[in-house]
């Protein structure tokens, strides 16, 4: 594993307030220390980390860059079909290799700088002038290419999610996620062929561990989105429970549709986000069919670390988290169609996009609210935050009245952090 250079030791940077998983030190949100052991601890660490979608490279030597953390990759279908993950970083003086985000034909990865070229398995293959210029100059007789490769990582799919790893520690994906979770992957995908209909790139004020936390959440939704409740397309009084890995790092959130039987804390005007005499002009943005067996209608799986696949209604997809230092981070939300759907059916994914990313009318509260959370601590960070919603502990429970999901959030930070 790598090693946070010039910082302090994690125990001398974070210290818990209690040995259980119910307090968060405010101070771990803007510790330029801490962030940089989150880098080497959890995301070059032994996790699996989205990378990208196997229907953003089709083809043979299609690419598409994104990021682990703060480390930029180049995800590559290498001649042969398999997918490669490269550091998109030239190991001559550390220039980005690939600058466009996406493309296709790539055999190779020239960099820009010096023209140090690599082949899509991260070898390095050509030097400029590496022989001189008439007999004069050049790299010496010793010098070692193979010694100079890209680092590469693991890299392992399930049901066409591309999931990367820099560790050799890192268990395997499936064992990785644990069987509840991959089976409800498996539910979710079932095997189809998925194309992109929409992405969003959402830039927001506020550490990556916020946005986690809110997408772990469990019972703000129809306490902060007024759509959700008033349009009773998600209330903690519908059936619906969390249930997780055996490790405890992994959640899944789930209500289920046509079983709220109401209950008083949603009667009008007792909250906030309840407004009786409301209703939507045009109720085809909330037309809806029952894709699964199990009539779950609402769906956010949250895995370690910054990974959410998302099933609102029919609007499926993904959520990624990119690291931009303590007081920032970008949320890259892709949503999906299937192959084998129907054009009406594709109509009402495209339709019921509006419910997300950065506009959504269900989740825009949520790309302000992790704003609102980091500019309330600045000048407390001795203080700490309060999960103690439904216990101490982080495993799976039978309704979403709990922060359970946020302590095991922290359960795997503290596993990986070592503190
Ligand atoms: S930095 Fe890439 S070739 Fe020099
Ligand atoms: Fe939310």
């Given at each position: 594993m790598a090693q946070a250079i010039g910082v302090r030791p994690v125990s001398e940077l974070i210290r818990w307030?209690?040995?259980?998983?119910?307090r968060i030190p405010l101070h771990i949100y803007g510790d330029p220390e801490i962030y940089a052991w989150e880098q080497d601890r959890i995301f070059r660490g032994p996790t699996w980390n989205f990378l990208s979608l196997e229907c953003e490279i089709p083809k043979p030597n299609d690419y598409v860059l994104t990021k682990v953390g703060d480390t930029p990759v180049i995800v590559v279908r290498t001649a042969e079909g398999g997918i490669n993950a490269l550091v998109?970083?030239?190991?001559?003086?550390?220039?980005?290799?690939?600058?466009?985000s996406r493309g296709e034909g790539k055999r190779t990865f020239v960099c820009p700088?010096?023209?140090w070229s690599f082949d899509q398995s991260g070898e390095l293959r050509g030097i400029a002038f590496e022989k001189g210029v008439g007999g004069l100059g050049g790299m010496p007789e010793g010098f070692d290419k193979s010694k100079h490769a890209l680092t590469r990582l693991r890299v392992e799919v399930i049901e066409g999610l591309v999931f990367g790893t820099f560790s050799e520690a890192t268990p395997p994906l499936e064992q990785y996620l644990g069987e509840p979770m991959v089976a409800h992957i498996r539910r979710t995908i079932r095997g189809r062929k998925m194309q992109i209909i929409g992405r969003y790139n959402h830039i927001m004020p506020n550490n990556w561990k916020l946005y986690i936390e809110n997408s772990r959440d469990t019972h703000h939704p129809s306490l902060l989105h007024a759509f959700f409740a008033t349009f009773k397309l998600?209330?903690?009084?519908?059936e619906g429970g969390i249930r997780h890995d055996p490790a405890n790092w992994h959640h899944l959130v789930f209500a289920k549709r046509l079983t709220d039987q109401g209950h008083e804390e949603y009667s009008p005007g007792k909250l906030r986000t309840m407004k009786s005499d409301f209703g939507l002009n045009d109720p085809s943005l909330i037309a809806q069919w029952m894709e699964f067996d199990d009539n779950i209608t609402n769906a956010l799986q949250s895995i370690m670390p910054g990974f959410v696949l998302q099933q609102i209604l029919n609007s499926v997809g993904t959520r990624q988290i990119i690291t931009r230092g303590t007081g920032e981070c970008e949320l890259i939300w892709t949503v999906v169609s299937f192959e084998e759907d129907t054009p009406e059916q594709r109509a009402i994914r495209i339709k019921q996009s509006n419910l997300v990313g950065p506009h959504g009318y269900i989740s825009m509260e949520d790309g302000a609210i992790g704003g609102f959370v980091q500019q309330g601590i600045k000048g407390d960070r001795d203080k700490q935050a309060v999960v103690e919603m439904g216990g101490l502990t982080a495993d799976g429970q039978p309704?979403?009245?709990?922060?359970t999901s946020v302590r095991g959030f922290y359960k795997a930070y503290r596993e990986l952090m070592g503190n």
């Amino acid at each position: 594993m790598a090693q946070a250079i010039g910082v302090r030791p994690v125990s001398e940077l974070i210290r818990w307030p209690t040995d259980d998983l119910s307090r968060i030190p405010l101070h771990i949100y803007g510790d330029p220390e801490i962030y940089a052991w989150e880098q080497d601890r959890i995301f070059r660490g032994p996790t699996w980390n989205f990378l990208s979608l196997e229907c953003e490279i089709p083809k043979p030597n299609d690419y598409v860059l994104t990021k682990v953390g703060d480390t930029p990759v180049i995800v590559v279908r290498t001649a042969e079909g398999g997918i490669n993950a490269l550091v998109n970083r030239c190991t001559h003086k550390g220039s980005v290799l690939c600058y466009d985000s996406r493309g296709e034909g790539k055999r190779t990865f020239v960099c820009p700088y010096h023209a140090w070229s690599f082949d899509q398995s991260g070898e390095l293959r050509g030097i400029a002038f590496e022989k001189g210029v008439g007999g004069l100059g050049g790299m010496p007789e010793g010098f070692d290419k193979s010694k100079h490769a890209l680092t590469r990582l693991r890299v392992e799919v399930i049901e066409g999610l591309v999931f990367g790893t820099f560790s050799e520690a890192t268990p395997p994906l499936e064992q990785y996620l644990g069987e509840p979770m991959v089976a409800h992957i498996r539910r979710t995908i079932r095997g189809r062929k998925m194309q992109i209909i929409g992405r969003y790139n959402h830039i927001m004020p506020n550490n990556w561990k916020l946005y986690i936390e809110n997408s772990r959440d469990t019972h703000h939704p129809s306490l902060l989105h007024a759509f959700f409740a008033t349009f009773k397309l998600n209330r903690l009084s519908a059936e619906g429970g969390i249930r997780h890995d055996p490790a405890n790092w992994h959640h899944l959130v789930f209500a289920k549709r046509l079983t709220d039987q109401g209950h008083e804390e949603y009667s009008p005007g007792k909250l906030r986000t309840m407004k009786s005499d409301f209703g939507l002009n045009d109720p085809s943005l909330i037309a809806q069919w029952m894709e699964f067996d199990d009539n779950i209608t609402n769906a956010l799986q949250s895995i370690m670390p910054g990974f959410v696949l998302q099933q609102i209604l029919n609007s499926v997809g993904t959520r990624q988290i990119i690291t931009r230092g303590t007081g920032e981070c970008e949320l890259i939300w892709t949503v999906v169609s299937f192959e084998e759907d129907t054009p009406e059916q594709r109509a009402i994914r495209i339709k019921q996009s509006n419910l997300v990313g950065p506009h959504g009318y269900i989740s825009m509260e949520d790309g302000a609210i992790g704003g609102f959370v980091q500019q309330g601590i600045k000048g407390d960070r001795d203080k700490q935050a309060v999960v103690e919603m439904g216990g101490l502990t982080a495993d799976g429970q039978p309704t979403r009245a709990t922060e359970t999901s946020v302590r095991g959030f922290y359960k795997a930070y503290r596993e990986l952090m070592g503190n």
